[in-house]
């Protein structure tokens, strides 16, 4: 009995936790190579996402807890899928919002995730 009692306790403390801190709508501007793109994203309590400011309409994505960044801290995965390529967000919390701290991007076809050289690092998505 007492098992159960911790393992429930466990899942109610621990687990649910970590997603209902990420999940929010979240604002920001990315300096990239081929210009400056203001960014929203959506993260629901779900594991859905959604991406506006990169095409000409939303796209919609996942995103789910997982460590990040070269120290490998604890943060969010959000990957998007665009008619050419997927994008991923490596995001890592801060108190004001999510900090960028790498987006990827894969061709369609191809096994290369290539990271994007962004002319600001680690930008800030800040929390609305």
Request: charged share 30%.
């Amino acid at each position: 009995m007492k098992i159960w009692v911790c393992l429930l306790g466990f899942f109610l403390s621990g687990g649910c936790s970590e997603i209902s801190d990420y999940s929010g709508k979240y604002t920001g501007i990315l300096d990239m190579e081929d210009g400056t793109h203001e960014v929203g994203m959506v993260l629901f309590k779900s594991g859905k996402a959604t991406l506006s400011g990169f095409h000409e309409t939303d796209v919609e994505g996942e995103w789910e807890a997982e460590k990040v960044g070269d120290a490998k801290i604890e943060g969010a995965w959000a990957t998007f899928e665009f008619p050419n390529y997927r994008m991923r967000y490596e995001l890592s919390m801060e108190k004001e919002g999510l900090r960028v701290e790498r987006i990827s991007l894969r061709m369609k076809g191809k096994t290369v995730l290539r990271t994007l050289e962004l002319q600001k690092a680690k930008p800030l998505l800040v929390r609305q």
